[in-house]
């Protein structure tokens, strides 16, 4: 029995080696990807045109106009002259934000009244918006600082900030490990779904269902290897994130070690699952992406999983990446406890088993 | 006649291969013949065709089309051919009416020419009936009649056939034939690429490849001559005919051998004085009947003879079986949804018996064949191998038999020796043992040359070699052979035939399916199968018995097939 698991273990591997396709998609492309979506999803904001209609022309506005100005995130000031300019402006994208200062400004200030700026956003780009409206809240906020010193009289609150685990707001950081938790499923899923329905398509998996090979063995020897590629591949990605995104990994490896396998098992249980289903590649991609595409949607990569329905969070708990994403931000961002690790560790092996489990009984029943 | 095709020193190589797929070919094609184009897989035959029809351009030569030539003047050139490649681009998802709108819309033909056209190309090829029905719902000879109505949209001056009449059954092979013989009294030339040796000896001309050369260009009847008084049947052989058929073969008199039902069929050596039957050990009752020669004895004469070698499989270890009966089938029935694909079929096969599963493509022989060896499930009825169902069998009961599949089902991307090594692995073979059976194979499949090059690459006879090789490293009792000769050269068919017939002497069970009829001869026993029902099944001697009449009294199996399908068909239909 070993030495047909260990035929085909071989045989698996072989063949990945072996065809350049494979080799490319499978082992280069998810670091190579890491890397492009890493940049990709920076969300520094830059080269922002802003538009500043000012009715005011008092000393006030134009102190505060230039600290604008001086902003880095602003590339391009440009001025309107009326009222009517700002609609058009944002319609055709021309600014991204319109600042409005309105003629009364610096007159309220100087008598110690509180006077109003006007930010108008373009809600089409929603997620520059937000980071603008908060760079432009920083400026205003230290505007008054600066001003009421200068008054000599201390704002009653002060707000000191401080983010844990990110210091710096490096974007990368929080991108990364969730990043990681994404293109390993990635990896796994595309070798585990592909291999049965490739079998199937290309006629060889008959050859395998005469032989002495028995459904779990041909199971044990279809996940091992996609496992071995995707741990390997997973190690490059690691590695690449070191050297070139320089997020640091605080946590224990072997913690992400074991807990990836474990991933993977349950990932490669999924993958082996839909194969099974598929009567050719085709079908196994369709059916992949069909699952894929959500649940990583609903993992907490994009958004968190705390913010959904009930009955959603229900569905992220049953999904493999809402966990492994869980012990990769973890392990890259800090030391956490162990208990943390092993509670997300168990629903994972929990979905492996299950997913194994029906792989092999759907094997069985889909073969005539 | 005049030539409506002069071809002068046509050479054409392709990238990354050695060998040129044609080299120096120069030929005439008359106008108003059937050129058959014969010759084994990889011959070269597609690559004269698509240069005829200027879809590639020759290294070396020139061609002449009416005139014209097809590269500088593909408009003018394709104005006058009509091309049907091997996978004619019909769309299975669009009706017969749709298909034929299509290639009229792609040809410019409108109005009440091409209502007239559709009429007569939906009389010529029968699908009037059809016209709604999807074109991926029709059989194998049906999708072939419309692609060839869909080529003739535009009546051309040559029509390119290649190979038409694979996967399809003997009848619609022998009315695709007379259709096409009926554009020819109507002056269109045709140039019809072929495997069959059967339908080339129809033709007026035949012009036969061999790896590039053109090795015989003329009329059939010419090739058949140079091998006439030279072909025998042994009648009355005493004891095994394979025995008999074995020490033939490597016989110095003889060239070729095959086997007839209960006979041996050989073609002797040009210079072969007498043939003493003792030598042979075909027994004292044994006689040497001549017999008229057939296009294929030439074509192997032409080619220097059969496979003549002692096959490594003779004197193999002998396989003891405790029962008699090695595969039974009960009733098997299998419906795919409404469609019944095979129904009540039931036979046994004893152990050391070669048996036949012989029908058409799609008639329900590999669906049989999957329901014995395990693959399918049966509606109804049950398959047992050796006592046992090898749907629950355990894996011990697997290892003991070896299955070769109809499409090459090893690993492509693998290398041979890979390939060689994950079956020994699979089925057990390890060690010393491993080493020497993967051994033996290499040598008795001729495969030393090819072991590092990827499986999947390799010419269509090393990739068959192969996989009967993965299919009987390990000894097994039973063997499946799922149309193990499909698309392979004639001499190549003698050699696989040469390893069975030493494994059945060693007391194999093999079970085969094939739509080359003549090979059913090889069988100890065949089943007909036809539309689902298993319509004969006997001996080849009485399937032939059973078929024969006043007007047919020595029909070929083919012959028999058929009238035994028409016998059934009158039978069944009310």
Redesign the interface.
């Known amino acids: 029995?070993w030495?047909?698991i260990?035929?085909?273990i071989?045989?698996e591997l072989?063949?990945s080696a072996?065809?350049p396709q494979t080799r490319w998609v499978v082992l280069f492309s998810p670091p190579f990807l890491l890397l492009i979506y890493a940049f990709a999803i920076t969300q520094e904001v830059s080269d922002v045109t802003l538009a500043v209609y000012n009715q005011d022309h008092g000393n006030a506005s134009v102190e505060l106009i230039s600290r604008f100005e001086v902003a880095e995130v602003f590339d391009q000031i440009i001025h309107l002259r009326a009222g009517a300019d700002i609609a058009p402006t944002i319609d055709a994208r021309r600014a991204t934000l319109v600042m409005r200062v309105g003629e009364d400004f610096s007159r309220r200030l100087e008598r110690g009244e509180s006077a109003e700026v006007q930010l108008i956003l373009d809600g089409r780009r929603s997620n520059t918006a937000q980071i603008l409206l908060g760079y432009s809240s920083r400026i205003v906020e230290t505007y008054n600082r600066e001003r009421l010193d200068r008054l000599r009289a201390t704002a009653p609150v002060r707000l000191v900030q401080r983010t844990w685990f990110n210091p710096n707001l490096e974007p990368l950081w929080s991108a990364v490990p969730a990043l990681f938790a994404v293109l390993v499923a990635v990896v796994g899923f595309m070798v585990s779904a592909l291999s049965i329905a490739r079998e199937r398509e290309?006629?060889?998996f008959?050859?395998?269902?005469?032989?002495?090979?028995?459904p779990f063995e041909i199971l044990i020897g279809k996940s091992v290897p996609a496992l071995l590629i995707a741990l390997t591949s997973a190690s490059a990605m690691l590695v690449l994130g070191m050297l070139f995104l320089n997020v640091p990994i605080r946590g224990s490896l072997a913690l992400l070690f074991f807990g990836m396998v474990v991933y993977l098992a349950a990932i490669v249980g999924i993958g082996l699952f839909i194969s099974s289903l598929a009567k050719t590649q085709q079908q196994a991609i369709i059916g992949l992406f069909m699952y894929m595409v959500p649940a990583v949607l609903i993992s907490g990569y994009a958004t968190p999983v705390e913010n959904m329905p009930d009955w959603l969070q229900g569905l992220a708990a049953a999904t493999p990446i809402t966990h492994f994403i869980v012990i990769s931000k973890a392990v890259y961002l800090r030391e956490a406890p162990l208990w943390l690790y092993f509670s997300h560790i168990w629903p994972m092996a929990l979905i492996a088993a299950a997913s194994l489990l029906a792989a092999t009984w759907l094997f069985r029943r889909r073969?005539? | 006649m005049t030539a409506l095709v002069t071809i002068e020193g046509l050479t054409k190589r392709f990238p990354k291969q050695a060998e040129p797929a044609l080299r120096s070919v120069s030929t005439q094609i008359r106008s108003g013949h059937i050129v058959g184009l014969v010759g084994p897989d990889g011959s070269g035959k597609t690559t004269f065709l698509r240069l005829i029809a200027g879809l590639l351009r020759p290294d070396e030569g020139g061609i002449d089309v009416g005139g014209f030539d097809p590269v500088a003047n593909a408009k003018e050139v394709r104005a006058r051919i009509a091309y049907m490649p091997q996978r004619f681009g019909l769309y299975e998802d669009l009706s017969v009416e749709e298909n034929l709108n299509l290639y009229a819309d792609l040809r410019g033909l409108v109005g009440s020419a091409r209502k007239a056209t559709f009429e007569r190309l939906l009389d010529f090829t029968g699908l009037a009936p059809f016209t709604g029905r999807l074109a991926g719902a029709l059989s194998g000879g049906m999708k072939q009649k419309l692609g060839l109505a869909c080529a003739l949209v535009v009546t051309p001056e040559l029509l390119l056939l290649d190979e038409p009449s694979v996967g399809v059954d003997p009848i619609s092979r022998r009315e695709l034939w007379r259709m096409v013989s009926r554009l020819t009294d109507e002056g269109i030339t045709v140039v019809w690429a072929t495997a069959y040796l059967d339908e080339a000896e129809k033709c007026e001309t035949v012009l036969v490849l061999s790896e590039g050369d053109l090795i015989f260009d003329g009329r059939p009847t010419d090739l058949a001559a140079r091998v006439a008084g030279r072909v025998f049947l042994i009648e009355g052989i005493e004891g095994d005919r394979r025995y008999v058929l074995n020490r033939a073969r490597q016989h110095e008199a003889v060239m070729d051998g095959t086997i007839q039902a209960s006979h041996v069929r050989l073609l002797l050596n040009e210079n072969a004085r007498a043939l003493s039957l003792a030598s042979i050990g075909a027994g004292d009752e044994a006689r040497l009947k001549p017999v008229a020669p057939r296009f294929e004895d030439a074509f192997i004469d032409l080619i220097g003879g059969g496979f003549r070698a002692e096959s490594p499989f003779a004197g193999g270890s002998q396989r003891s079986h405790d029962i008699a009966i090695a595969v039974e089938a009960r009733g098997l029935t299998r419906m795919f949804g409404s469609f019944t694909a095979a129904s009540e079929i039931s036979f046994d096969v004893r152990r050391g018996e070669v048996f036949g599963l012989i029908g058409p493509n799609g008639a329900g022989k590999s669906t049989t064949f999957?329901m014995l060896?395990?693959?399918?499930?049966p509606t109804s009825g049950e398959a047992r191998i050796a006592g046992v169902d090898?749907?629950t069998a355990a894996?011990?009961a697997?290892?003991r038999?070896g299955?070769m599949?109809?499409?090459?089902?090893?690993?492509?991307?693998?290398s041979t020796m890979?390939n060689l090594?994950?079956?020994a692995?699979?089925?057990?073979l390890?060690g010393a043992r491993q080493r020497t059976m993967i051994a033996r194979m290499i040598e008795s499949f001729a495969l030393t040359d090819k072991l590092d090059e990827?499986s999947g690459q390799l010419p269509l006879g090393f990739k068959q070699r192969l996989s009967l090789a993965c299919a009987v490293m390990h000894e097994p009792d039973v063997l499946?052979l799922d149309e193990p000769t499909s698309g392979v050269d004639p001499r190549t068919r003698r050699e696989f035939w040469a390893h069975i017939n030493a494994m059945v002497t060693n007391g194999v069970t093999v079970i085969v399916t094939t739509h080359f009829l003549d090979e059913a001869e090889y069988c100890d026993r065949a089943a007909l199968i036809y539309r689902g029902q298993m319509i004969a099944l006997g001996t080849p001697a009485e399937l032939k018995a059973q078929a024969a009449s006043s007007t047919m009294p020595n029909p070929t199996f083919e012959d028999a097939f058929i009238a035994l399908v028409e016998k059934n068909e009158a039978e069944t239909s009310p």
């Open positions: 029995m030495q047909r260990y035929a085909l071989v045989k072989l063949a072996r065809d290309l006629g060889t008959e050859q395998l269902l005469v032989s002495p090979l028995r073969t005539g | 999957k060896s395990g693959l399918l499930k090898l749907r894996s011990e697997r290892a038999l299955y599949a109809q499409k090459f089902s090893l690993y492509g991307d693998l890979q090594r994950f079956f692995r699979v089925y057990g390890t990827n499946f």
